[in-house]
């Protein structure tokens, strides 16, 4: 390993400088015999190379190396009084070398010192006892013998640590750390205090060092030990990181270590060299010793290597690293690992980085600096050690399934607590401000050096931050791009808590059966502690609400961004946000005295949580009451009533229970069951016993939200809302009317349709099982007509999926204002309507048995009906076809409501049950005639059969008098008699007079009027 090496070369060193210059025998003359001659003191010299190594290894005792320097010491003084240079007063390195060779190394082997190692040794001789490279002279001899004796102390002291330093070391098990860790401390201090005692010894001298020299040195080590080491080149390889650290650290000249350096230069390799240790030891190689001793020594290492920073840059001439230097270094290694791409644009963005963590400028780091950010550590820690205990929560790694349901709930709750607390507290550490807008270059600059896979996230974020500045100015105050030091905890703490609710959302909710008890429980919890965040964000803001305005703001942000359908005008947006704010989300007893709020404020949220509350509960009801059924198990209407009636009694102390079961009552108490397929396709049969399945119940509770929603949003009296009486025409209409630019703008409505709302509700009072032919579009009603347009919908799905391969060859680009040829729309319907339409059995049967030409009759009709507005071409939209599934629904409803003996027919008395549930229409669409006494309201009745029976009102004079003579107040002869065909014929009718009067420009009242006029035959003949 590198850092052994280093340790080992060092130690080389250390000992080589002394046997280097501590030698036996008479340069210049033919050595001795061996067995004749050898000098005092030099045969200890030969045990020193297993010491060196012992020494290296940390199994050397402080005696046996205690030995060696006093061998060495005594070799010296006697090389000095017995060996004679070719100098008198002095020795050269190559006369030092032979000596070496002749006395040290073995003869046998032909071992040499190179001269290159000379050299080296020459160089590092200066430093230590100053003089020349090219020899040593008797008086830097004497000077050695002081050094040796420095050096004994200090390689004595460091004997008991040597293990550790050379990473022949282990830590001790969990139970024993706390003396390991003082042993560890202990070497610390050590190679501190050996640093200072070599830097000392060096500087007294005055003599520079140059770093590339230590390259040099250590290749020459290799040859000389006859080693092909591979750290030379390693080191020379990050050399060049050397000389810049040096440079930022502790000043001068980058290649050379000056006198004044030695002694920060010599602490910044001991200090560094020990916060590697620290971390071999204790964070990366140790077994298990638990998180906690993990995290103090890597907050341990972090302090003093901040500590380092800060004391080097203390002493350094100019006081600061600037911002110069620090791109020097990083585009150093940017050289040694091509992989590290670094430019002056990204240190100077990250230097803004460096000032709100650190403080200070963007210029440099100073030691207030390193100071501010080791103080923190401490602090840092703390945190990190809260936070730990949930990590695998908050890394998406957590398995909640191994706990119990309460003990995952518990475990979750507390890491919610702890992530949000903890990250308040790091808010705190925030030194200063942040302009948002920097974001930006500092992702692009990254971006730049780092190309990403994808997309852009700098061009992402830019086109996000408008609306993030808008939303942090909105909630946090200002009026500009930059996060305060006081915004940090704020926008933290809000930070963690959506944190928390994605996660809980990614653990409890995601993919999981939502007909479970489990689920909807954990789907309240998640609701409600989203309506807090919100609710927590609006208490943050000054005003403690979100203005029209704002939020129109940001709504035409999301517009911007293309999240919301193109062409939305802001005009059209505010009128949207005027419902939510002002009905939807309006308490309706205070909307009714005429409060009209313009903003989302607390009690906005507070209805909200009350609606979401209600559906919430009555959904947990239906789980918990269905959890054990098989799909096709159910209720009768008569059984789910009676449990309605009791659990809406026993719950009345559970508000929001109470209010959801009466109404799911109030939708089941109905002369026809509502229920729906395993594809929520409402079930229209008066032959199949139906049942309240459990799939029933859940879409039975989501349509009877919306129109609890409706009712309470737009109802214009207090008793029509707590009542269920429901809304008037005016009231749909006057919705419709706001809501209906951005219809029209998202391409959701024809620009031309100015009586979609007008149709549902007639549609409601008309073709849905609780249809009662009032003015009023009650709350049950509603409740029923939802069920069934979400059904037609799905109907419409399917058709056009089939339509789209048999008549557009599969093309899958389709738009809604497509043309199709009638034939190949009814020959498509033809083929897939018994299979989407499976939840309408009888009309099935129908179309099965009826022969070809009847039922393109009836499916022309349909279509008409549904908007198709015939023409030369036979050529449909297929906007227009697309509500032909909910026709044929409001037929089968008629079928599934009227006809008692069930034939497929409505005869006289089946017309006359009928006839409530359409009078109202009636009553409305002929006002005019019967107030100027044109018709008269008992006369609606004697229409109804009539149009029942022949297809259509009387309008030429034989169908009049017919009418007059054989038909009006003869109940006794009227012989109605209106099958599948006939009702698609009268609705096929009155499609085409709402034709004509649109060409005329008339409105659909005007589609009375053949009928207005039966009592004057006489003058219509005229």
């Known amino acids: 390993m590198f850092s052994k090496k280093c340790v080992q070369l060092f130690a080389v060193a250390l000992m080589a400088t002394g046997t280097f210059v501590g030698c036996d025998s008479k340069v210049g003359e033919a050595p001795p015999p061996p067995e004749s001659h050898e000098l005092g003191g030099t045969k200890c010299l030969t045990e020193v190379k297993p010491v060196v190594k012992n020494f290296i290894d940390g199994t050397a005792t402080k005696a046996e190396v205690a030995s060696g320097w006093d061998c060495a010491e005594t070799a010296i003084q006697t090389f000095k009084r017995y060996v004679r240079g070719n100098s008198s007063d002095r020795y050269t390195s190559q006369e030092l070398a032979t000596f070496l060779e002749k006395n040290f190394l073995d003869a046998s082997k032909n071992e040499t010192i190179p001269v290159g190692l000379q050299v080296e040794v020459m160089k590092l001789k200066q430093i230590f006892v100053g003089g020349s490279a090219e020899y040593i002279s008797k008086g830097e001899i004497d000077k050695i013998i002081t050094l040796f004796g420095s050096f004994r102390e200090m390689t004595v002291n460091l004997t008991p640590y040597m293990r550790?330093?050379?990473?022949?070391?282990?830590?001790?098990?969990?139970?024993?750390?706390?003396?390991?860790?003082?042993?560890?401390?202990?070497?610390?201090?050590?190679?501190?205090?050996?640093?200072?005692?070599?830097?000392?010894?060096?500087?007294?001298?005055?003599?520079?060092?140059?770093?590339?020299?230590?390259?040099?040195?250590?290749?020459?080590?290799?040859?000389?030990?006859?080693?092909?080491?591979?750290?030379?080149?390693?080191?020379?390889?990050?050399?060049?990181?050397?000389?810049?650290?040096?440079?930022?650290?502790?000043?001068?000249?980058?290649?050379?270590?000056?006198?004044?350096?030695?002694?920060?230069?010599?602490?910044?390799?001991?200090?560094?060299?020990?916060?590697?240790?620290?971390?071999?030891?204790?964070?990366?190689?140790?077994?298990?010793?638990?998180?906690?001793?993990?995290?103090?020594?890597?907050?341990?290492?972090?302090?003093?290597?901040?500590?380092?920073?800060?004391?080097?840059?203390?002493?350094?001439?100019?006081?600061?690293?600037?911002?110069?230097?620090?791109?020097?270094?990083?585009?150093?290694?940017?050289?040694?690992?091509?992989?590290f791409k670094v430019s002056n644009s990204l240190v100077f963005e990250a230097m803004k980085v460096k000032q709100l963590f650190f403080g200070g400028s963007v210029d440099s780091f100073t030691t207030t600096d390193f100071e501010t950010a080791r103080l923190k550590v401490s602090r840092i820690k703390i945190l990190i050690e809260r936070f730990l205990p949930y990590y695998s929560i908050y890394g998406r790694e957590w398995e909640p399934e191994l706990y119990e349901n309460e003990e995952a709930q518990k475990l979750f709750m507390e890491s919610q607590f702890v992530l949000e607390s903890t990250v308040r507290e790091a808010g705190v550490l925030f030194e200063g401000a942040y302009d948002l807008q920097d974001l930006v270059p500092l992702i692009r600059e990254i971006e730049t050096l780092y190309p990403p896979k994808g997309e852009s996230y700098a061009d992402l974020i830019k086109d996000y931050m408008p609306m993030i500045i808008d939303v942090k100015n909105m909630i946090l105050g200002g009026n500009d791009s930059s996060l305060r030091k006081a915004n940090w905890s704020v926008l933290l703490g809000f930070a963690a808590r959506f944190y928390s609710d994605f996660l809980y959302y990614d653990y409890f909710l995601k993919e999981q059966p939502f007909e479970k008890p489990l689920t909807v429980s954990y789907l309240s919890i998640f609701a409600n502690q989203s309506i807090n965040i919100a609710r927590d964000l609006l208490a943050a803001k000054k005003e403690t609400q979100f203005s029209r305005a704002e939020i129109n703001k940001l709504i035409q942000h999301l517009s911007n961004l293309g999240i919301l359908p193109e062409g939305l005008k802001p005009k059209s947006i505010d009128q949207v946000v005027g419902i939510v704010l002002n009905n939807i989300l309006n308490n309706p007893e205070r909307r009714l005295e005429g409060y009209v709020p313009d903003a989302l404020n607390l009690s906005s949220l507070e209805v909200l949580r009350n609606e979401l509350q209600v559906w919430l509960d009555t959904e947990l009801f239906v789980a918990q009451t269905t959890e054990h059924w098989r799909e096709e198990e159910g209720y009768s209407a008569k059984e789910l009533q009676e449990i309605l009636k009791k659990a809406s009694v026993s719950t009345l102390s559970r508000q929001p229970l109470a209010s959801g079961l009466y109404e799911l009552l109030l939708t089941v108490q109905s002369p026809v069951p509502l229920t729906v397929d395993s594809e929520a396709r409402v079930l229209i049969s008066n032959k199949l016993q139906q049942k309240y399945t459990a799939k029933t119940l859940r879409q039975l509770n989501l349509y009877r939200a919306v129109s609890r929603l409706a009712v309470r949003s737009f109802a214009g009296t207090a008793d029509r809302v707590n009542?269920?009486?429901?809304?008037?025409?005016?009231?749909?209409?006057?919705?419709?009317?706001?809501?209906?630019?951005?219809?029209?703008?998202?391409?959701?409505?024809?620009?031309?349709?100015?009586?979609?709302?007008?149709?549902?509700?007639?549609?409601?009072?008309?073709?849905?099982?609780?249809?009662?032919?009032?003015?009023?579009?009650?709350?049950?009603?509603?409740?029923?007509?939802?069920?069934?347009?979400?059904?037609?919908?799905?109907?419409?799905?399917?058709?056009?999926?089939?339509?789209?391969?048999?008549?557009?060859?599969?093309?899958?680009?389709?738009?809604?204002?497509?043309?199709?040829?009638l034939s190949c729309a009814r020959a498509s319907y033809k083929d897939s309507l018994p299979s989407a339409a499976v939840s309408m059995p009888e009309y099935v049967k129908f179309q099965k048995a009826a022969g070809k030409d009847e039922w393109a009759i009836y499916m022309n009709n349909i279509f008409k009906a549904a908007g198709y507005v015939p023409n030369d071409k036979n050529m449909a939209l297929l906007e227009d076809i697309s509500l032909a599934p909910h026709v044929i629904q409001y037929i089968e409803m008629i079928y599934a409501r009227f006809d008692k003996n069930k034939d497929g027919v409505i005869n006289t008395p089946e017309s006359l049950n009928a006839f409530p549930a359409f009078k109202g229409i009636l009553l409305e669409l002929a006002k005019e005639q019967i107030e100027s006494g044109t018709i008269k309201e008992a006369d609606l009745l004697d229409l109804f059969t009539y149009i029942l029976r022949y297809g259509k009102p009387p309008e030429t004079i034989k169908e009049k008098l017919r009418f007059v003579l054989s038909w009006k107040g003869k109940r006794e002869k009227w012989d109605v008699w209106a099958d599948r065909v006939q009702l698609s014929e009268i609705l096929g009718y009155i499609a085409d007079q709402v034709t004509k009067s649109a060409k005329a420009g008339k409105t659909t009242e005007g589609l009375v009027n053949p009928i207005l006029s039966v009592n004057q035959p006489a003058q219509q003949s005229q």
């Open 723 to 821: 009542t269920y009486k429901g809304v008037n025409l005016e009231e749909v209409q006057g919705a419709f009317m706001a809501l209906r630019p951005v219809l029209v703008e998202a391409g959701i409505l024809d620009s031309k349709n100015m009586t979609f709302a007008s149709s549902r509700f007639r549609e409601a009072n008309i073709f849905v099982p609780h249809s009662d032919g009032s003015t009023l579009a009650s709350y049950a009603e509603l409740t029923d007509l939802i069920g069934m347009i979400w059904s037609g919908l799905n109907i419409n799905s399917m058709l056009r999926d089939e339509l789209i391969k048999k008549c557009f060859n599969g093309n899958t680009d389709v738009k809604n204002d497509a043309l199709v040829s």
């Open 164 to 339: 550790v330093l050379s990473l022949n070391w282990t830590v001790s098990e969990a139970n024993s750390i706390q003396t390991d860790v003082r042993y560890f401390e202990d070497a610390n201090k050590e190679i501190q205090n050996a640093a200072r005692t070599l830097a000392s010894l060096i500087e007294s001298n005055g003599r520079s060092y140059k770093l590339a020299d230590f390259v040099v040195l250590m290749e020459q080590m290799g040859v000389f030990f006859n080693e092909k080491w591979d750290f030379p080149k390693t080191i020379a390889k990050y050399m060049p990181v050397v000389l810049k650290v040096k440079k930022a650290l502790a000043g001068g000249d980058e290649n050379y270590v000056a006198p004044s350096e030695w002694r920060r230069f010599a602490l910044l390799g001991a200090r560094g060299y020990i916060q590697y240790l620290r971390y071999y030891y204790f964070i990366k190689s140790v077994p298990e010793t638990g998180t906690g001793y993990r995290l103090s020594y890597l907050s341990r290492t972090v302090e003093d290597v901040l500590s380092v920073f800060q004391d080097l840059v203390a002493e350094k001439p100019e006081g600061v690293v600037s911002r110069d230097e620090v791109n020097d270094l990083l585009k150093t290694l940017q050289v040694v690992w091509p992989d």
